[in-house]
Nanobody
Framework: VQLQASGGGLVQPGGSLRLSCVAS????????VGWFRQAPGKEREFIAA??????????YYADFAKGRFTISRDHAKAAAYLQMNSLKPEDTAIYYC??????????????????WGQGTQVTVSS
């Protein structure tokens, strides 16, 4: 599967952005799909994911993302989305979507994702 992420940009604190991740080459139903971010000098950080259809399609969130970020998908469009609200300067990072086929227990670990989009920059600044 190939992934294409988009939707990043410059936004003021308190603003919103919606990131998109479009898949080609395979259906997202066969993969866990996750969103991660990486700030300069830091490791890639888990944000949210949904499990593949065969594992129930359940959504998972990092604690910092609960209440502000929402992951969703549209199988007809082979796409996944990350809606981000109430953005803060500390949310500034490159955001990546990934696809994984490992066991569900590893869904929040970047090392378990074998497929990545190219990343999209999100900058939160006034």
């Amino acid at each position: 599967v190939q992934l294409q992420a988009s939707g990043g940009g410059l936004v003021q604190p308190g603003g919103s952005l919606r990131l998109s991740c479009v898949a080609s080459g395979d259906t997202l139903r066969n993969y866990h799909v996750g969103w991660f971010r990486q700030a300069p000098g830091k490791e890639r950080e888990f944000i949210a994911a949904f499990s593949r259809s065969g594992s129930g399609g359940t959504t998972y969130y990092a604690d910092f993302a609960k209440g502000r970020f929402t992951i969703s998908r549209d199988h007809a469009k082979a796409a996944a989305y990350l809606q981000m609200n109430s953005l803060k300067p500390e949310d500034t990072a490159i955001y990546y979507c990934g696809a994984s086929r490992v066991a569900l227990s590893g869904i929040s670990r970047a090392i378990n994702y074998g497929y990545w989009g190219q990343g999209t920059q999100v900058t939160v600044s006034s």
